[in-house]
């Protein structure tokens, strides 16, 4: 079983402006096969895209849903499965912009998506933010922020060649997965080393895992990537999403049966 904890907040950049909030994150409990499983997908609406906050929940909501239709007939989960959803919301984002007489562009976003069954985490992303996993010797990046050819240039989901920026990985097992987007990216990781910062995560794993009901400790999330901390760091919107694997008794279950 997991415990979530999960937020979007405004950026300074934003609220200084009164926009909103161009981050989305979606995350449901199903099962698969007979066993609990989550789901889980975080999107980033692309700061110069007109409909950057529809085109972020519209990719975080559809690949979700993409995945818990799967889920339901019990078939096959792959990390292929994972990307030919991707290739999906791309489409139901172009039929979207077409519907709507926009350009597909206008809705661009990045996208990160996560199922969680019995035995693996499989990750999917396009474009920045990462998804990271503790195992039981360590942290491990799962994925890493993708850049465009030029260093200030982002990937989305709605690229032309958005395809050949896909990311995969399959990891057994984890005891906790977070989940971001860019605006946590210089906190999270040590880019020098491409590794996890680990002593960002391991404070907020363990509060979910002492708490009794983690739900408890969503306004500390928020309050957290409000802060001026954070906002010293980062002016940019923000979402992190944070899974714990426990067992019965609420202890980091080490095994899984």
Known sequence: M????????????????????????????T?????????????????????AEAGARFSADNWAGLALDALSTSSEISEKRLTEWADQVRCNLTDLALREENPVGEYACTLLGAVITREHALFFQIGDGAWIAKEKDGYLAATWPTKGQYA??????????????????????????????????????????????????????????????????????????KSEKINERTDDDKTLVLIVRVSRDGAHAQSIG
């Not at 099962?31 to 895209?49: K, R």
């Open 31 to 51: 099962s698969y096969q007979g066993n609990a499983c989550l789901v889980v997908a975080i999107a980033d609406g692309a700061g110069t895209a007109k409909y």
């Open 152 to 225: 200030n240039e982002a990937v989305f989901i709605t690229s032309s060649d958005s395809h050949l920026h896909y990311q995969t990985k399959t990891v057994a097992n984890p005891l906790a997965i977070a989940g971001f987007t860019d605006g946590l990216e210089n906190l999270a990781l040590v880019f020098k080393s491409k590794t996890v910062h680990e002593g960002f995560f391991e404070p907020m794993f363990q509060h979910i895992l002492e708490a009794k009901d983690a739900s408890q400790l969503q306004p500390q999330l928020e309050g957290f990537l």
């Open 2 to 29: 997991w415990r979530s904890l999960k937020s979007s907040v405004a950026g300074t950049s934003h609220t200084a402006l009164k926009l909103p909030c161009q981050d989305a994150h979606t995350v449901e409990e």
